[in-house]
């Protein structure tokens, strides 16, 4: 900036350098009202702050404000975002093919834009036809196929939460579902759909695959079966699929702010096409504005990405090393649970995400004491406090689980746990004891 010459503030900018202090020290007090994201006995919902070299990459970018709709707004960071999106692409093995891009992608403001961004293909390679997501999948697909004017269908889950294959394929076979979204990783349970079983069923019938990897797309770097991985076929699949969706703000280490889609086929392109008179004008080059629907972007995101993957590559023992030890953990208190008279594991962990509920004879009281236990625990004092998160079932959740619990209302709450702090595996110990006290 200083080789431009000096440019002094205009004076309407100007503040009081004692306002400024006194303002910041009310939003540092505005901000103790929050819960501690960044510490292990924060064993809740899916939270926790960026790595320190997010932060450095982001606020160094910031500084400049580079706008990543278009190369006029900061070639820089969208020479950094293509880059961090080819590294996505080759974790999930939409490599490059005969020298051209094998795949076309661009970061966005979060998995629900991504999402969207998917479902709209989707829709344009598909026209006139339903999009069948599981019924644990997000949310968001429903509501945005309701926005694009799409119509969705939930295709119910078996017992592990994953999507049923028998009601998947006799749902296809009625010739009206035109893309299946697989979910690898679901928000609720961490419960991951068998991608690899999905696409047969889906391409014989002509049908597309869009996986909704949102949470759990990093854990494709320890999908190996070694202790503390993944089972490895669903994610191997993803490399044959039509589309997928990761959010670095989940588990990439970022600052909200940073979701990703990726086609498999770069021809998608064109149902982005759009030109504009005032934007697009210093290069030929692509512009990221060209193949996204949303119009400005923060290049901090891509240079806050770019430079943790510096450093934490998109390896087993980059990122890989930091997604393990919350696996493990979400392992070994599951264990712990089976051990114990107490507590009752609701299904078996498939990623870092631990569900489990006090034994009582009622469903009611499994919710009652679940949401005490969470109450009682986030209420102590600071350092005492433990943080937890519930989740809702019903008769025939527990019952295809075979749990024996008198399902006296129809729905309740039972005890959930994100573990994605590498820290929560040395804390697992202390952690179940204190869900132990909190139940009793
Ligand atoms: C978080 C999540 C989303 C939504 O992404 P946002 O970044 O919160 O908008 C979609 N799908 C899944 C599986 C998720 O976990």
Redesign the pocket.
Known sequence: MREYGDAAAHPSQDVDLGALEAATAELRERLRDNYPFHHPRYAAQ?LKPPHPAAVIGYVTAMLVNPNNHALDGGPATAALEKEVVAQLAAMFGFADRAGAPGYLGHLT???????LEALFVARETHPGLRVAHSAD??Y??ARMAHLLGVESVAVPTSADGTMDLDALASLLRTGTVGTVVA?????GLGAVDPVHEILPIARAHGVRVHV?????GFFRLIADDLPGGVAPAPYLAIAECDSV?I?P??HGLQP?GC?AVLFRDPAVARHYLHDSPYTYFTSEDLHLGEISLECSRAGAAAAALWLTLRLLPLTPDGLGAVLRPGRQAALDWAALIEQSEELRLYQPPQLDILTCYPVRPRLSEVDAVSATAMTAGMTRPPAESVHLATYTVDAADLAARGHAVEADVPTGRILRSVLMKPEHQAAVPWLHEQVLGLVR
């Open positions: 899916m403001s979060s998995g629900t834009i991504a999402n999948a997000h968001t697909h979910t690898t990783g679901t928000t909704d990897a949102a949470y759990g969706v959010d703000h989940k909200y979701g």
